[in-house]
């Protein structure tokens, strides 16, 4: 339920580690397995925070991504299948993150409220959009639910 610690951030589960659980025999020479474990499980992570802003309010209709991972075609779009919306890259792709830092330096040395100052100022985005698989929805769901039942027993 959106109450539940886990559900909120992985500031709630403050001794939490990384863990990968269901390794059987015959996985670990399977790196690309464990590198899109790792990935799904940020992302699932992110979702958590997502799902508690969504709880007060917010709509989500599409994400960007920023930084050294908006260079990452599998990290884009398990963002995208994860989250269900499309993902939209800034050029300036790995510097977007400082670009963001700086927008809202500037907004709040402008005095206006940081998301309207960026609506103004909004970066330039690449053409390129990463859409969801929607046949991926309910697999993620689903594993979703699992990553937030095994960490708030693992980590609460």
């Known amino acids: ?26 996985h670990l020479p399977n790196h690309a397995l464990i590198y899109r474990a790792v990935l799904e499980g940020v992302a699932f992570t992110l979702m958590a925070g997502m799902n508690k802003l969504k709880g007060l309010g917010c709509k989500v209709e599409e994400l960007r991504v920023v930084g050294g991972g908006s260079k990452n075609p599998l990290w884009c779009q398990i963002i995208a299948d994860v989250f269900q919306v499309p993902v939209k890259l800034p050029v300036e792709g790995a510097e977007s993150a400082a670009l963001g830092a700086a927008l809202q330096a500037a907004a709040v040395a402008s005095g206006e409220r940081v998301a309207d100052y960026v609506l103004k100022h909004e970066p330039r985005m690449s053409d390129q959009v990463i859409v969801p698989n929607e046949g991926s929805a309910e697999a993620y769901s689903c594993a979703f639910n699992r990553h937030m039942e095994l960490g708030e027993k693992l980590f609460a």
Do not use: I, K
């Open 1 to 26: 339920s959106p109450s539940t610690p886990s559900s909120h951030s992985p500031y709630f589960l403050q001794h939490a580690t990384g863990a990968l659980l269901g390794l059987r025999p015959g």
